[in-house]
């Protein structure tokens, strides 16, 4: 079998997934993500919420539209053509609840995530992405252990792939109201669309050397 109909069998079992209903930890599978072969970039986020549990579309609710925001000032053409070039899910495929104030999502429960972990592993072996864009906390600690947004947001980590860590784009989230912030989002996205212009190059410089038969981030 090769990579891309590895990938869609993968894809068609994990939307059927419906291991942390039975074992009581969510009380409705709605396994979200979004993607397709050869993505370049692949963004990690931590669990979809409830108009993604609704459109079954990763980042479909306001912190989408504000993510969307980031990756055009980051240098995608438009939010399809991120979307275009971009693998999206999350350490928790299914949506994990409302918390008892109801005014925000319940964090992943530890089980939910492990028990998705494997989808996630799969999906990187298979694709091999260029970029790691790390949505959040809990995301940014999956792959580089704990530590403050401050230490991580503006700057790379790894070569293959290259890692950009991200604040969550949630509009419960304080973290960018601090100027300093708001300027490490700034610098972030800034090797965001660096990154992207480069592979972009590179495409193209494939395509001449072939003949033009290369399909190029455009």
């Given at each position: ?42 963004l990690v986020g931590q669990a979809p919420g ?137 610098v972030a996205l800034t090797l965001v669309g ?25």
């Open positions: 079998m090769n990579g891309r109909a590895a990938l869609l069998l993968h894809q068609s079992e994990c939307r059927a997934c419906h291991v942390c209903v039975d074992e009581g930890i969510i009380p409705e599978a709605t396994p979200t993500f979004e993607g397709r072969w050869g993505a370049p970039f692949f409830p108009v993604e549990r609704e459109s079954r579309r990763p980042f479909s609710g306001r912190a989408g539209k504000e993510l969307d925001r980031w990756m055009v000032q980051a240098g995608f053409e438009s939010p399809e053509d991120f979307r275009r070039l971009t693998y999206i899910a999350a350490l928790m495929r299914c949506f994990p609840g409302r918390n008892q104030a109801g005014n925000g999502d319940l964090k992943p429960p530890p089980a939910a995530v492990a028990n998705c972990t494997h989808w996630l592993e799969l999906e990187l072996r298979l694709l091999k992405p260029k970029v790691l864009i790390l949505v959040g906390q809990l995301a940014i600690a999956r792959f580089l252990g704990p530590g403050r947004l401050e230490d991580r947001v503006g700057h790379r980590f790894g070569e293959r792939p290259v890692m950009v860590p991200l604040p969550h784009p949630s509009g419960q989230s304080r973290w960018l109201n601090d100027p300093a912030n708001r300027a490490r989002l700034s660096q990154l992207r212009s480069g592979l972009a190059l590179a495409q193209r410089r494939r395509s001449n050397s072939d003949g033009g038969t290369a399909t190029a981030p455009r």
